[in-house]
């Protein structure tokens, strides 16, 4: 009996470890299996093709057709991996999508400007520049950059109207160095000085605005920009006038007179110094020189010859005051010429 019980329990013994033998047999198969499968997937299914490359490039040209800029770049984007990936068999389609990456950068940016956002879109021309000189052309480079110089430009015109002065200097500076020498920038920051009455800038870039202007054969802006340097100087000159700095009054008139040396205005204001100054020669000279340049008319003439008849009369050259002052007698000037013809000078 004790034999029976013990020869059966070999038996199951027997029996239990033939079963987890199977069991492991089938395991390892099923490792084995899904190794198999994993290596065929990652050479296999996953293996990009030329198809892969072609269907990302056409999808990003749809989606640039469609006005979909970003889709586009992000199309073109994956087109080039996977020509990477691929290689030589892929380059020319590589190509083509590189060359398009500075574009819809640049096209970005268009869109940025065109909604008036400025500040994204200086952000995403100067990102695109730095693409441009890497995946574009020279055209590229240089569309990339003029865009750049004139957002600015625009960005700074902004700022200007709003008073933002400092912050206009700036943005004009960075137009300047994408488009050195433009002279509607020059002539934005000669304004802009101009506003905060920085002498000395007025002068350098209203000359610097002219000069750009003259080389650009733009007649308009060259006169501006004269105009900006003239008038600017002339404001200065009548203050000093008025706060009885006479000296700095004629040192403004020069620095007028070298944006515009035919101005009347100028020359009179000048006679009317040198007049309280008792320069008197000098006071007849910039007269003569503000006839010179003043309309024909006499009622427009009748202040200049006023100062020149009070130079000559202090001089003692009573024949040339009273032909002055009979040139004077209009308008306004009318009843203190005659005064001096009739009751001072006794003119025959």
């Not at 013990?6 to 490792?31: G, P, Q, T, V």
């Not at 290596?39 to 989606?63: C, E, H, P, R, W």
């Not at 308008?331 to 001096?340: I, P, R, V």
Request: net charge negative; hydrophobic share 40%.
């Amino acid at each position: 009996m004790f034999f029976f019980i013990f020869a059966h329990c070999i038996e199951e013994s027997y029996n239990i470890k033939f079963e987890i033998m199977k069991i492991m047999d089938r395991s390892i198969k099923l490792i084995f299996t899904l190794l198999v499968f994993a290596l065929f997937s990652a050479n296999g299914f996953s293996q990009k093709t030329m198809n892969d490359v072609i269907a990302s490039y056409n999808g990003a040209i749809q989606a640039q057709q469609a006005g979909n800029l970003e889709a586009a770049l992000d199309s073109f984007k994956s087109c080039i991996a996977v020509a990477n990936e691929l290689g030589e068999e892929a380059d020319e389609l590589r190509i083509q999508a590189e060359s398009q990456i500075p574009v819809i950068n640049y096209e970005i940016g268009r869109k940025y400007a065109s909604e008036k956002n400025y500040e994204k879109a200086i952000e995403q021309f100067t990102k695109t520049l730095d693409i441009a000189k890497v995946y574009g052309t020279e055209d590229d480079v240089n569309k990339v950059t003029n865009a750049l110089g004139q957002v600015c430009y625009i960005q700074a015109t902004s700022l200007y109207k709003e008073e933002k002065f400092p912050e206009t200097l700036e943005m004009l500076n960075k137009s300047l160095e994408y488009l050195p020498g433009n002279s509607k920038t020059l002539y934005i920051m000669a304004l802009t000085y101009k506003a905060m009455d920085n002498e000395e800038k007025v002068a350098e870039t209203a000359k610097n605005a002219a000069d750009a202007a003259k080389a650009a054969n733009d007649n308009k802006l060259y006169q501006g920009s004269l105009k900006i340097g003239r008038d600017y100087f002339l404001l200065k000159a009548d203050g000093a006038k008025n706060a009885k700095k006479y000296d700095a009054a004629i040192k403004y008139l020069q620095s007028s007179l070298d944006f515009d040396g035919s101005n009347a205005a100028t020359y009179y204001l000048m006679a009317q110094i040198y007049n309280t100054q008792k320069m008197w020669d000098n006071a007849i000279s910039a007269g003569n020189k503000a006839l010179e340049f003043e309309k024909p008319e006499p009622v427009d003439q009748a202040k200049i010859y006023y100062e020149i008849g009070n130079a000559y009369k202090e001089k003692g050259e009573n024949d040339k005051a009273c032909d002055a002052f009979k040139k004077a007698a209009v308008g306004a000037f009318k009843e203190s010429s005659d005064y001096m013809i009739q009751h001072v000078l006794k003119c025959e």
